[in-house]
């Protein structure tokens, strides 16, 4: 399935391992903002990143600020801050989704599907876009045309 960075304290990463590695993800682990994103620059093929607000060293929304420099993949900020002004922060300092805590596994689980769904069709269409036109077929953003079947 999906390589997923998780970087909350170490018993929140130990419970949300359990459940999606039962999904079949792989989980990599990390407990602060600066693990975090030495692990997205040696890991390449990271699909998506849970990531709390609060923690040591470097903080979730700076961490989330770094990831967005380099690096397109969903973010999920989890938080115990519930306050709307936290949630719009989080949001527009490039997160995805922002879930707080506490949150059933269920939700989190439908979340990080759903997310991992529309990224996968995100690099389908940009793997389809890197393919080299032919006479035939052109791509152009997200039209496609191919004139041997007449389709678009």
């Keep these: 399935m999906a390589k997923i960075?998780?970087?909350d304290d170490k018993e929140i990463v130990e419970a949300i391992e359990i459940y999606l590695s039962q999904e079949g993800h792989q989980?990599?682990?990390?407990y602060d903002g600066e693990?975090?994103?030495?692990?997205?620059?040696?890991?390449?093929?990271?699909e998506l990143l849970i990531i709390d607000v609060m923690m040591p060293k470097l903080d979730g929304i700076r961490a989330?600020?770094?990831?967005?420099?380099?690096?397109?993949?969903?973010?999920?900020?989890?938080?115990?801050?519930?306050?709307?002004?936290?949630?719009?922060?989080g949001l527009n300092v490039g997160a995805d989704d922002y879930v707080t805590k506490p949150f059933t596994t269920m939700e989190l689980l439908a979340r990080v599907n759903s997310h991992l769904r529309r990224y996968s069709r995100y690099l389908d269409a940009v793997n389809k876009a890197a393919e080299p036109e032919n006479d035939?077929?052109?791509?152009?953003?997200?039209?496609?045309?191919?004139?041997?079947?007449?389709?678009?």
């Design 5 to 7: 960075l998780v970087c």
């Design 27 to 30: 989980i990599l682990r990390a």
């Design 35 to 46: 693990e975090a994103l030495k692990i997205l620059e040696t890991e390449k093929d990271v």
């Design 64 to 89: 989330t600020l770094k990831v967005r420099e380099a690096n397109n993949i969903p973010i999920i900020i989890l938080s115990a801050k519930s306050e709307d002004a936290d949630k719009i922060l």
């Design 136 to 152: 035939t077929y052109h791509c152009l953003g997200g039209v496609e045309v191919n004139e041997e079947t007449v389709e678009v």
